[in-house]
């Protein structure tokens, strides 16, 4: 019986562990998608306690605690740090085949040290050195990222957002680079005219520019861009149910701007001719700067009213969608490219039965300009686990090319993350070695080590420019 948890964890043949340990483990991290704070960089600052690094805003944690029976209080309510994490400790031993099981404690051992499974037995002791050791300065987010082998970091910002955090990081430097990455999803969220509207105004003024037309907005946006791409910005990133079309002429189009713009609802295909449209144009604007555009497809968000009455978005009541996706992704992408102006694109999918369709679909789109212009982006959300990474990995190489892809990123807004990338790679490793030691591969260590080695750091480095 192997012990859990250790230094050859899901590596499963010599072939593998020789692959992780002198291939992949050395590799820096790129994490060119996550949703980590800026401020929370630029301040260098120390989180209070373990549940204030770990289980505020985690909705992972928050999930699998409601289906353990934990009361809402001590998930996202209002008891005291400790308890709440105490309450967490008592959930983990049932969290087994689910991976937070394995983050839980490839976390506490890469950041902490400790080798010891997380229970009500431990949980107290744990949690004291713990929130101890996260006064040090080693803890701080800035020695984090740097003890973690991060290069670069790439944050998730609106196009309002002024940035003084990633500019004051700017004249501040350290030996990570901190990037911005533009996300326009409200610029396209017509549903309440009201927020809509709102959030124009707040677009206008960041832009210094009326908007009451559907160009105005589009300047508007070509303004936050220019700012954005000033401020070192190389990625757009887009979170869409999937992409709709709708055949609306260009006065109907600006028809429907008009109505909004004057508060009034949009009917359904209205709705979807003008996100059509806007993206695009925004394609074309990402495709001038040399940015990479990245589009996140298929979740079914907000499902629970109730809750997202009490707590708002983005607190774990969200789901897999079954939307199809293929042919007005192949529509826009083809828009895109009929002019010359598709960008560098990264697509992810969230149901998995679209595994084959996105790795068939970057194929069409390819065209030798650029090494793995199109990539089928690494397996996201809730499939951002064995099962699911294995899946993606073998999809892009049945159907495209494993070797050009970007590898690995953490999505998320917690700095104790970063054993996610370990974890990709050695179930990358794992597979990569089961295949040479079945014989469906030449035992080249040379050739699949260096194959390893992009996969987890030069491919992203050369495709994104850093």
Known sequence: ?????????????????????????????????????????????????????????????????????????????????????????????????????????????????????????????????????????????????????????????????????????????????????????????????????????????????????LSDLYDALKNRIDFFHENGCKLADHGLEKIYHADLSASELNQAFSQIREGNTLKTNQKRGLTYAILIELGKMYNEKNWVQQYHLGALRNTNDRMLNELGPDTGFDSIGDFSQSRTLSRFLNELDSTDQLAKTVLYNLNPSDNEVMASMIGNYNDGSVKGKMQYGSGWWFLDQKDGMEKQLNALSNMGLLSCFVGMLTDSRSFLSYPRHEYFRRILCNLLGNDVENGELPNDLELIGSIVSDICYHNAKEYFRF
């Open 1 to 213: 019986m192997k012990p859990f948890l250790n230094e050859h964890f899901l590596l499963q043949t010599e072939t593998a562990k020789t692959l992780y340990h002198s291939y992949a483990a050395p590799q820096p991290i790129i994490d060119y998608h996550c949703h980590l704070p800026p401020a929370a960089i630029e301040k260098d600052i120390k989180f209070e306690n373990l549940t204030k690094i770990w289980l505020d805003g985690d909705h992972y944690k928050w999930r699998a605690m409601r289906a353990f029976g934990i009361d809402e209080k001590y998930i996202t309510g209002d008891a005291p740090d400790k308890e709440k994490f105490m309450k967490w400790a008592e959930t983990v031993p049932y969290t087994i085949r689910n991976p937070l099981y394995h983050w839980t404690h490839m976390e506490l051992k890469n950041y902490f040290g400790i080798d010891k499974l997380l229970n009500p037995d431990t949980a107290e002791e744990i949690y004291d050195k713990c929130s101890a050791d996260l006064q040090k300065p080693e803890f701080s987010t800035r020695s984090i990222l740097k003890r973690m082998n991060v290069h670069v970091v790439c944050t998730t910002d609106d196009p309002v957002d002024d940035l003084k955090h990633h500019q004051r990081i700017q004249k501040d430097p350290f030996e990570v680079k901190i990037l911005p990455a533009f996300r326009p999803d409200k610029a396209y969220a017509f549903d309440d005219p009201e927020l809509y509207n709102s959030y124009l105004d707040q677009l206008s003024s960041s832009s210094d520019t009326k908007i009451d037309t």
